[in-house]
């Protein structure tokens, strides 16, 4: 089992819809949770970062943790054709390793 | 967060070579990384680059075939050592965020082919 579960995709939605990505994870210690997205062909952009459970929201972009069930996610509002990217989930548990999340594909077509 | 640039950005390489990845950041930072991302495949950390120390590998990558670099706050290298076609990926460098925090930010990648 890996310790990041992502669903890779891809998913494809039309302008305007709500995306949910979605990633789990197995190791208990993990504690900071990111989310990137990368374009094709360049090095991934760093969207959220997040400690422990809860939610953060930064403009059409929050992330959720729910520790309790392993579960993070990443919800787009307003989804533009500028969002059409790789998403990855990545998680700590500090020492500063990242394990990463397969990437989900994500096409917003006009 | 802090600039990152990498050369080559892209580079074809023949089997049985080496490759020197430069990476730069415009700020002092305390931890450089470097990560591995394969054709159609998430990152995979390779290791972390100490300055003044021999950088720390994880299990699967050895400094023989990825010697690392750190002389300074600012600048590392990896060279991929003996090339195969196996080693064609993205190699990306990360640096984290100020003030202990655990975010990383990545540089642009140098996407490595090798014929």
């Known amino acids: 089992q890996k310790e990041v579960e992502q669903d890779p995709g891809p998913l494809s939605v039309p302008e305007g819809a709500i995306v949910s990505l979605n990633c789990t994870y197995s190791?208990?210690?993990?504690?900071?949770f990111m989310w990137y997205r990368q374009y094709s062909r360049k090095g991934p952009e760093l969207l959220m970062y997040?400690?422990?459970?809860g939610n953060k929201e930064d403009g059409r972009f929050t992330a959720q943790v729910d520790k309790s069930s392993k579960y993070i996610s990443l919800f787009i509002r307003d989804s533009q054709p500028s969002d059409s990217a790789t998403y990855l989930c990545?998680?700590?548990?500090?020492?500063?390793?990242?394990?990463f999340g397969a990437g989900t594909r994500l096409a917003v077509h006009p | 967060s802090a600039v990152i640039s990498q050369k080559p950005s892209r580079d074809i390489c023949q089997r049985g070579t080496s490759l020197t990845i430069q990476c730069q950041v415009d700020?002092?930072?305390?931890?450089m990384f470097w990560y591995r991302q394969q054709p159609g495949q998430s990152l995979t950390l390779i290791a972390t680059?100490?300055?003044?120390?021999?950088?720390?590998?994880e299990s699967g990558f050895v400094i023989d075939k990825f010697p690392i670099s750190r002389p300074n706050l600012t600048f590392s290298t990896l060279t991929v050592s003996n090339m195969s076609p196996e080693d064609s990926s993205i190699y990306l460098c990360?640096?984290?965020?100020?003030?202990?925090?655990?975010?990383?930010?990545f540089g642009p990648g140098t996407r490595l082919t090798v014929t």
């Open positions: 990360s640096v984290t965020g100020t003030g202990g925090s655990y975010e990383q930010y």
């Open positions: 990545a998680s700590s548990g500090g020492y500063n390793k990242l394990i």
């Open positions: 700020s002092q930072v305390t931890m």
């Open positions: 680059a100490n300055q003044g120390s021999e950088a720390t590998y």
């Open positions: 190791n208990s210690a993990f504690q900071y």
């Open positions: 997040t400690y422990s459970s």
